[in-house]
């Protein structure tokens, strides 16, 4: 079975240029997270899905980020404009329910270099 | 608000010898446990999880982990540590909604 995929894997990008990151769930997984992981922490959740709904955004920085999950499965988060500050590694997520025994899957994520 | 602390940055421990990485947790209700295992390059993998029951949990590649409700710890732990157990580690306890609250992670060193 395949697991969480996401693209690409790098990306290097000026400040204020835009950037987007794919997400491909795990099939049949209704529950999709994106985390943002900067160097020597651990990963804090920017914004959860249930299907195609948003059910927790409340840390995403909503002047320049954006999230959407079309149908329920593949997801896309984008920056624009980017800021230095941004360079993290992104981790998409996701997990079969929403429970709080359940256990979620991540990708592998993609490291964001903003210069 | 929930929150996790793993104290220890890096631990050394040599091959063959049992390591700990430690974790303490606060939350409000029943805690729900985990822990996950970062290699280079890669994506954070599943370890175990606590969720009620025995207080001993048995996860992937030999680890265990012990919750200890009175010191509000999950301490994870292997008998015999590998070279290849070389990783970063994170320990994380739940919410209700199932989003992950993470620790600042613990690097584990193995030398042969």
């Known amino acids: 079975e395949a697991g969480v995929v996401q693209s690409p894997r790098y990306k290097i990008i000026e400040k204020k240029q835009p950037v987007a990151f794919w997400c491909n769930p795990i099939?049949?997984?209704?529950?999709l997270y994106w985390y943002r992981q900067n160097l020597g922490q651990g990963p804090e959740l920017l914004i959860r899905y249930e299907n195609e709904e948003a059910v927790d955004d409340s840390q995403l920085p909503k002047d320049r980020f954006s999230a959407e999950r079309l149908k329920g499965v593949d997801s896309t988060l984008k920056i624009q404009p980017a800021e230095l500050g941004d360079s993290a590694v992104y981790l998409c997520?996701?997990?079969?329910?929403?429970?709080?025994?359940?256990?979620?899957?991540f990708g592998q994520g993609t490291r964001l270099t903003v210069v | 608000a929930q929150s996790v602390a793993q104290p220890e940055d890096q631990v050394n421990v040599a091959e063959g010898n049992p390591l700990t990485v430690k974790c303490t947790y606060s939350v409000s209700g029943n805690p729900y446990l985990f822990w996950y295992v970062q290699y280079p390059n890669r994506g954070l993998q599943f370890l175990l999880k606590y969720i009620t029951g025995d207080n001993l949990v048995k996860g992937s590649y030999g680890f265990e982990a012990e919750f200890n409700k009175s010191q509000t710890s999950f301490h994870l732990k292997k008998p015999s540590a590998l070279v290849s157990d070389s990783a970063l580690y994170f320990c994380?306890?739940?919410?209700?909604?199932?989003?992950?609250?993470f620790g600042k992670g613990t690097m584990l060193l193995v030398s042969p």
């Open positions: 994380a306890v739940s919410s209700r909604d199932s989003t992950l609250t």
């Open positions: 997520a996701s997990s079969l329910g929403s429970g709080m025994n359940t256990e979620a899957f």
């Open positions: 099939s049949g997984h209704n529950t």
